[in-house]
């Protein structure tokens, strides 16, 4: 079955240093790969998409990378700030027209000042 | 547009009792999704509606759940006699086609706890 693999521990890194957090899947070519942000009792916000002919993808301090042979992507905060604290979800995305996501468990990032 | 609402944001209710949650999309989305979540999960899909047409169901939604569109509009997720394994955020989110340029907007969830 498809399976979606988030680093389940907590990531603790320093004010202004980058953060970088991975998604890995089997079982799965996906065609998309979207990154969203989750805060404590929100609901998740869309960041980033990347498609699989993309290798890199830039918004602003946030780098998506992803690579279809190592099924996987990467997910880049530089100049981290207290602010970035949240809960990173990934979410592959298969081809064809049937739009169901499917999220990873997510992994929550803390950024101490 | 103030994006996807969700109502009510927190519900308690006893086990075998039913409840309904609605979902108000993004007016010009024409597709509608529903997803559970648990602490330290990501969201499960339910199911999603492309217009009123309810294209796909999960395993995980049992006879006990049922979700409606109808006119295309806002939906409904209705549980039937709720079990304390139904606690959990519920979440809808919408997009315009599959999401695969935009994403999901997704609301801020109805809280469910059944005691």
């Known amino acids: 079955s498809q399976k979606i693999e988030q680093n389940s521990e907590a990531l603790n890194i320093q004010e202004g240093k980058t953060a970088t957090l991975t998604c890995n899947y089997t079982n799965y070519s996906p065609a998309y790969l979207q990154w969203y942000r989750q805060d404590p009792g929100r609901g998740p916000v869309f960041l980033l998409l990347i498609r699989e002919n993309e290798k890199e993808k830039r918004k602003e301090r946030l780098k998506v990378t992803f690579d279809t042979t190592l099924k996987q992507s990467l997910f880049h905060i530089t100049a981290s700030q207290p602010a970035d604290s949240a809960t990173y979800l990934c979410a592959p995305l298969g081809s064809g027209n049937t739009g169901k996501l499917i999220f990873g468990q997510g992994t929550t990032l803390q950024v101490k000042p | 547009d103030t994006g996807v609402s969700q109502d009510p944001r927190h519900k308690i209710t006893k086990r075998g009792q039913n409840v309904t949650f609605r979902c108000d999309p993004i007016?010009?989305?024409?597709?509608l999704y529903w997803y559970r979540q648990t602490l330290g999960q990501g969201p499960e899909f339910l199911t999603y509606f492309q217009n009123e047409a309810q294209l796909e169901k999960s395993r995980l939604l049992s006879d006990r759940f049922s979700a409606e569109r109808p006119k295309g509009s806002f939906s409904t997720l209705e549980i039937q006699r709720t079990e304390q394994g139904d606690s959990a955020m519920y979440l809808c989110?919408?997009?315009?086609?599959?999401?695969?340029?935009?994403?999901?907007?997704f609301g801020s969830g109805t809280r469910l706890t059944v005691v």
């Open positions: 989110a919408s997009s315009l086609g599959a999401g695969s340029n935009y994403g999901y907007t």
């Open positions: 007016s010009e989305h024409n597709r």
